[in-house]
């Protein structure tokens, strides 16, 4: 069995500088799945760097609300809402609300650095 606590979980910022916790990823730990699994947390009024994926990424939203841009759309996300991000998309997302906007980011195949590329404007 697999389990893991949250709070166990180090976090670190991202080079998109949103505030992350691998939940679990498949490359570091032993198990028989092609995703990985992180909670994200953007605090209030920030918004994340331009970056892309070269896989497929699904964001779930726990809570707070913000602002989604993925090439050129934009769109509302609160609690409940699901936003899947093709590969090689250019992405963001911004805090618009007065407390932290967390979600879940569901990347397969698996998160590995050389998947991801923050874009300089």
């Not at 028989?32 to 970056?51: C, M």
């Not at 090689?88 to 980011?105: E, H, W, Y």
């Amino acid at each position: 069995m697999f389990k893991r606590n949250l709070r166990d979980c180090q976090e670190f910022v991202s080079c998109d500088s949103a505030a992350l916790r691998e939940l679990f990823n498949p490359l570091k730990d032993d198990m028989k799945v092609r995703y990985s699994l992180a909670h994200a947390t953007v605090r209030p009024g920030k918004i994340t760097a331009p970056h892309r994926l070269k896989v497929a990424e699904v964001y779930y939203v726990l809570c707070g609300k913000g602002r989604m841009y993925i090439d050129d759309e934009e769109s509302d996300v609160k609690k409940d809402d699901v936003v899947y991000i093709p590969p090689m998309s250019r992405q963001r997302i911004r805090n618009t609300g007065k407390k932290d906007l967390v979600f879940l980011c569901l990347v397969d195949p698996a998160w590995k650095p050389a998947y991801e590329e923050v874009i300089r404007d």
